[in-house]
């Protein structure tokens, strides 16, 4: 990097925004990628940034982009550093732009029902200021209580309760975007428009690579006055896929869909299900210990855990929430649950969904105990429409069953398609063989993804992790991306190396 | 038991947090503060993980990042293993210490409480003598006075000796080699000093019937932190909210409702986090006033942090205020009368330019 720029940095923000030491570098040297993870249990954080400055106003954004531009140097947006695929490695070093100070609602149109915020505010304390008005975005990934707003925008994110509420880019109706020769892109927060391809959307999931997201606005829901939760029982994954596909063409709209294969259901446990006693003896009454001690067995021996889910009961839970006036909700769930039982599911009542509302961000807690075992755990997100859904969940599974223990549960589901969220756990001797292992597995998973001609990610969006898969993903589009950079940011500084372009 | 040996005993803790999607972050009120990577509390134990590991040096730097803590107990409170991030960061901060690597602060507190027992200095020790006139005759009780109340608020000392005389509590004003529970000292990374004041203070209570604080670090100290050091305590440690809260209920204490501002109740984190107290003293203070109680939108178990906890305020003088300026821009009301029960919390938000009282104050 060249030597000036952190004396330029200081002089255009002050010299307390502006930090080169290594505790600041090395905590930004990483998101929440297990390649990262894997990599930090060794004690290496990879390529570390060169700074990091922190941004307090769109002007300042400004301020650092012009000293990039004149110098060459890499800008990262850096937000909660919550991505999952690497998005803010500063692979190429450079600055690490902090938009966290930039934090603040700026204004909450309770008429139109919109709400304007600045990137760097953290998820949940938006949703909190939303709440404590009376409304919600409805927005929950399960990254909300470390990720920001900017990066919601940034990444496409979507939350648990996409089905209703829509992923972050049907909430979003205007931002603003510093861009790297100093002007600002701020698109109009109208419902719709006709006036030309939509600029909003063309920054949205650009992932840092086109600019600077400095603030949105964003559609919010009065807060639900009546929340109902439903478990369901299915003899398969394609009967229950079916009874989903058919109530969203039918017009319902759940806030939550879950519905579990039989791995994951083994595993999620049917707590609090209307079942007799005997009929609930699976997962959950297992003891913590024995449970823990199958699931390293199973991330050893993978084809094992593989036959022995081949023994699991035929059963998969489906979780289904509504939530809005008591009166349409009532509803829906009448609707659900006549279609439910004609598909032979057994209505098993509300406890596994309460269950799971209450304990909704607990499978990211579970990392931990993955990692610190000497495993490694990691998800992928793949859509596609419902014609291909079960051939992709095959394929997936087929092509990395083999590495890894391999769950699967399909959520954001919508009336053409849905997501599949695969969950895979897997073990290797040391850091150097679980990081080819876990690339491994990725390859294997985004090819049999790519042959089904489904696309390789629904929310995680694209960082390192993805990049190389780009050019099949999107063809002709890539070249549109990057010649579209090449305009934009003709000197390459924003996220180098990122998203394959 | 050395740093050292301190940190590796927490060693699964340490490996939770690294690996840890950073499901605590929004909470910390100083990473909120700073809006700094670093001072996540996932940063920061990933950091005391690399030292542990030997794959980084513990510089001043990577120091500066454990004593970036206020000690709130946010982290727990979010945290689905109810890991504790404070009790390892204060391991790192010994060792920090102990490498002579530990901000300026940690030697001065040192020397003050070696040679004082308490954080000020000599001039204290002074101003508690003069307040034994205050306590009462015949006790049945001991007041716990604590450092920062004998500095900044002592009238506290006397409202309380009064509330307490009302519930039958015949408290005397405590006063033996050391004033200081040793808090500050077992956040400062100097455990070997707050097990010293700690001999003092089990020596000197040992016929004490009952112990009553105003300060929730010093009860905390007290009542869950001397057992961890292998001594204890045979008398009973109440906070001051807690035992007034417990006659109230029983009916033995009469609160007389008086006409004035509303009060807006700001929950101390050891109060509530860690000894789990809440509904005391919003029982006590809703009886004190004809308008209703006033809360924080954060409050009881997710109330933020004032910034005066985790010696915070000696280290990162301008850190703490701010993290106390946040606690205070959340105020749903600038005209409520703002009461705690912490002397920490009062320092803070008087440092930040909105005055508070103590319930002690108010109750009287």
Known sequence: ?501 | MGATEAIQAQKKATDYCTFCPKMCRFGCPVAEATKKESHTPTAKVTSLRLVREAKVELTADVASQFYACTGCGQSKNLCAHRIEVPPQLYAGRALAVERGVAPTAAARLAATLRECGNRYGPSLDARVGDLESVGMKDANAVLFVGCVTAKYFPENIRDSVRLLSRIGVRARVYRADALCSGYPALAMGLPEEARRLAGIHVKALANAGRVVAGCPACVHMLRNVYPTFGVKLRAEVFHVAEILGERLKSGALHIARKKGPAILYHDPCHLGRTLGVYDAPRALLSRAREAPLLEFPWRRRDAECSGGGGVLPLVMPEVALSIARNRLAQAPSAEAELVTACPSCLRMFQKAGRPARDLVNVLE
């Open chain 1, 1 to 501: 990097m060249d030597p000036n720029v952190v004396d330029r940095l200081k002089e255009a923000l002050g010299a307390d925004a502006v930090s080169v030491t290594d505790v600041d570098r090395r905590a930004c040297a990483r998101d929440l990628w297990p390649a990262t993870t894997i990599a930090i249990r060794e004690g290496d954080f990879g390529p570390l940034p060169d700074c990091v400055a922190w941004a307090s106003s769109e002007e300042d954004v400004r301020k650092v982009l012009a000293v990039a531009v004149e110098t060459g140097t890499p800008v990262i947006a850096y937000g909660g550093g919550s991505g999952v695929c690497g998005g803010t490695v500063a692979v190429q070093g450079g600055i690490i732009l902090d938009l966290k100070r930039m934090d603040r609602v700026l204004a909450l149109d309770a008429v139109s029902g919109t709400v304007t915020a600045q990137a760097g505010m953290m998820g949940e304390r938006l949703e909190r200021a939303l709440e404590e008005k009376g409304f919600t975005m409805g927005h929950f990934p399960s990254s909300i209580y470390c990720s920001t707003l900017g990066g919601w925008l940034a990444a496409r994110s979507a939350g648990q309760l996409s089905t209703k509420y829509g992923k972050i880019e049907d909430m979003v109706l205007g931002i603003a975007a510093v861009l790297p020769d100093g002007r600002v892109l701020r698109t109009k927060a109208s419902p719709r428009s006709a006036a030309g391809p939509n600029w909003t959307q063309l920054l949205v999931g650009s992932e840092g690579t086109l600019g600077i997201i400095t603030e949105g606005t964003l559609r919010v829901c009065p807060l639900p006055e009546h929340r109902a939760f439903r478990g369901f029982l299915f003899s398969d994954v394609p009967t229950g896929l079916d009874s989903i596909r058919k109530l969203l063409q039918k017009g319902v709209r759940p806030a939550a869909v879950r519905l579990y294969d039989e791995l994951d259901t083994f595993m999620v446990g049917k707590k609090g299900a209307a079942l007799p006693q005997d009929e609930k003896s699976t997962g959950e009454s297992w003891s913590h210990v024995v449970m823990q001690k199958a699931q390293r067995i199973a991330f050893a021996h993978p084809v094992v855990a593989g036959w022995l889910a081949k023994l699991l009961p035929k059963e998969c839970l489906l979780i289904l929430t509504f939530e809005g006036p008591k009166e349409m909700v009532q509803v829906e769930e009448r609707i659900s649950a006549a279609i439910c039982a004609e598909a032979g599911a057994k209505d098993i009542g509300p406890g596994p969904a309460e269950y799971w509302w209450e304990h909704r961000y607990k499978v990211s807690y579970g990392l931990s105990a993955i990692y610190e075992a000497g495993a490694f755990a990691d998800t992928i997100e793949v859509a596609t429409t419902w014609d291909r859904l079960v051939p992709l969940y095959d394929a997936v599974r087929e092509a990395i069953g083999g590495h890894a223990v391999v769950l699967a549960h399909f959520s954001h589901a919508y009336p053409e398609g849905c997501s599949i969220y695969f969950t895979f756990a897997a073990t290797a001797r040391g850091g150097e063989a679980s990081l080819a292992l876990y690339n491994q597995i990725w390859g294997d998973a985004m090819a049999a993804c790519l042959r089904t001609g489904a696309t390789i990610t629904h929310h995680h969006g694209v960082g390192l992790a993805r990049g190389k898969y780009m050019a099949e993903e999107l063809g002709v589009g890539l070249d549109l991306f990057r010649a579209l950079k090449g305009v934009i940011d003709p000197k390459g500084i924003l996220n180098p190396g990122k998203m394959g372009l």
